[in-house]
């Protein structure tokens, strides 16, 4: 429909419009012609707003905003970070949350046992998370089994069967409990490098099969009935796996070698002991989740129902702090060469090209004529904003008084801007990061006490529940 039969209609609606409407929104909550005529009234179709029209509607909104005086005199040196090596690529996958964590654990790994290249497999540890996540919906569903469909568990259970998204605990979870092995002894499938597809098919096998336990425990099923029902659906979901990556090895020969690429010692291996001999950390419990999330009290400690990786692993555990004290522990570790599990929201005024994360990077309310005016918890609340990726924490650049300026990250997207790492600046920071997991030897007093806090449970639907991609 032309513009000419646009205005006709509208024209010939209004004839049928009460004319004693004295206000322009109708008092059912709807859009009057009176109405959409004010509001018309509030564009003005300038010169400099059709030059904005014919600009935004030909290219992309992020590179009319970018502010180009922003890119001059940005400095790249940091003052403390910790050795690293290689940058891996986790592609079209949402496994952040493993990459992360291996690659805090393989540099130490390669710094304790003075390796020159170490890079562990993510397949590997993957195949064992969406086998164990299978278990916790299948265990959840029988667990929830007689309460009604429209129950809120519930029907958070069948919307979130299993992801390729994840969290620290689940990086202690599997990792704990299945070991590692070098990338060499299980490498990347199509599969695993692009997960949607295998994501997709094995929630679906996994619903169906949900609604059969159910139906099987409203028919007076037992619980050996379920649980046998529950092992034979895991044989489908182990095969689905096999199928994709491939199946895991229970024991495998691997080489070290020195920085010349000498071999100094060839032995066998069991995942488990190969974690026990090169890392050997409880990453249960010798490491702390800090939270920055101003929605709820400081200094209080908060559990999250359902966000574990394994049935019989650990809920989510986290201490809420300001986020000045959450840097003060941050750098702490990095003067130790410790590296870090952080999580952010990475993708909010993000230069990818540049390779960093300043909130000034781009002018959105020059461009569109409008200010953005939500602080942190305003944009919590409204879910506006929440933790979407995790990175691995290495450095900080601060200043003469031992305030931080910025920080640089690994990050697991392949080489690019920084080689495959990216700088937030210390504002961004304050803004846009959630969460980082710290070293107990780094942990102050006051944190320490919180620890023993019983914590505050929180249902699985809480928004800092959203796993990390």
């Known amino acids: 429909m032309n513009h000419r039969h646009l205005i006709s209609a509208a024209v010939s609606l209004a004839v049928f419009l009460p004319a004693t409407s004295a206000t322009p929104v109708d008092s059912n909550g709807g859009l009057s012609i009176q109405a959409i005529e004010k509001i018309k009234k509030s564009y003005e179709a300038t010169p400099a707003n059709k030059a904005l029209h014919n600009a935004i509607a030909g290219t992309a909104i992020d590179d009319l905003a970018l502010n180009a005086d922003n890119k001059n005199n940005f400095d790249d040196h940091f003052s403390h970070r910790v050795p690293s090596k290689g940058i891996t690529n986790q592609r079209s996958s949402g496994r952040c949350w493993l990459f992360t964590g291996l690659n805090v654990l393989r540099a130490q790994m390669m710094s304790e046992h003075d390796l020159p290249m170490l890079e562990l497999s993510q397949s590997y540890n993957f195949f064992w998370d969406q086998l164990e996540k299978s278990n916790l919906f299948l265990q959840g569903i029988i667990d929830t089994a007689d309460r009604p469909?429209?129950?809120?568990?519930?029907?958070?259970?069948?919307?979130?069967?299993?992801?390729?998204?994840?969290?620290?605990?689940?990086?202690?979870?599997?990792?704990?409990?299945?070991?590692v092995v070098p990338i060499e002894i299980m490498g990347e499938t199509t599969s695993s490098?692009?997960?949607?597809?295998?994501?997709?098919?094995?929630?679906?096998?996994?619903?169906?099969?949900?609604?059969?336990?159910?139906?099987?425990?409203?028919?007076?099923?037992?619980?050996?009935?379920?649980?046998?029902?529950?092992?034979?659906?895991?044989?489908?979901?182990?095969?689905?796996?096999?199928?994709?990556?491939?199946?895991?090895?229970?024991?495998?020969?691997?080489?070290?070698?020195?920085?010349?690429?000498?071999?100094?010692?060839?032995?066998?291996?069991?995942?488990?002991?190969?974690?026990?001999?090169?890392?050997?950390?409880?990453?249960?419990?010798?490491?702390?989740?800090?939270?920055?999330?101003?929605?709820?009290?400081?200094?209080?400690?908060?559990?999250?129902?359902?966000?574990?990786?394994?049935?019989?692993?650990?809920?989510?555990t986290y201490v809420n702090l300001p986020i000045e004290d959450i840097k003060e522990m941050a750098i702490e570790s990095i003067k130790d060469n410790a590296a870090?599990?952080?999580?952010?929201?990475?993708?909010?005024?993000?230069?990818?090209?540049?390779?960093?994360?300043?909130?000034?990077?781009?002018?959105?309310?020059?461009?569109?004529?409008?200010?953005?005016?939500?602080?942190?918890?305003?944009?919590?609340?409204?879910?506006?904003?929440?933790?979407?990726?995790?990175?691995?924490?290495?450095?900080?650049?601060?200043?003469?008084?031992?305030?931080?300026?910025?920080?640089?990250?690994?990050?697991?997207?392949?080489?690019?801007?920084?080689?495959?790492?990216?700088?937030?600046?210390?504002?961004?920071?304050?803004?846009?990061?959630?969460?980082?997991?710290?070293?107990?030897?780094?942990?102050t007093p006051k944190v320490e006490k919180i620890l023993k806090q019983q914590p505050t449970l929180l249902p699985p639907w809480d928004p800092m529940f959203s796993p990390e991609e």
């Open 193 to 316: 490098q692009s997960t949607s597809k295998m994501r997709q098919l094995l929630g679906l096998r996994l619903r169906e099969d949900g609604l059969t336990l159910r139906k099987m425990a409203a028919e007076g099923a037992g619980k050996k009935a379920l649980a046998d029902k529950k092992l034979e659906m895991l044989g489908d979901v182990y095969r689905i796996l096999a199928l994709n990556l491939g199946e895991p090895p229970t024991e495998f020969t691997w080489t070290r070698r020195d920085k010349d690429g000498k071999a100094v010692e060839t032995k066998s291996y069991t995942p488990q002991s190969f974690y026990k001999e090169y890392a050997g950390n409880d990453l249960k419990n010798n490491y702390v989740m800090l939270m920055n999330d101003p929605t709820r009290e400081y200094y209080k400690n908060y559990e999250i129902e359902f966000d574990r990786h394994a049935y019989d692993g650990k809920n989510w």
């Open 149 to 179: 469909d429209d129950d809120r568990t519930v029907d958070w259970l069948f919307s979130n069967p299993l992801s390729d998204g994840g969290q620290y605990t689940g990086v202690a979870d599997i990792i704990m409990k299945y070991g």
């Open 340 to 443: 870090m599990y952080i999580s952010c929201d990475v993708n909010k005024f993000l230069d990818r090209k540049r390779g960093v994360m300043d909130l000034n990077n781009y002018d959105y309310d020059s461009l569109l004529g409008t200010k953005f005016g939500m602080n942190k918890a305003e944009r919590i609340r409204t879910h506006s904003s929440a933790s979407t990726h995790a990175m691995t924490l290495v450095a900080v650049d601060l200043d003469e008084n031992g305030t931080p300026k910025k920080w640089m990250v690994e990050n697991s997207w392949g080489d690019g801007a920084n080689k495959g790492h990216l700088i937030m600046t210390d504002k961004w920071f304050d803004e846009y990061m959630f969460r980082v997991v710290v070293g107990k030897k780094y942990i």
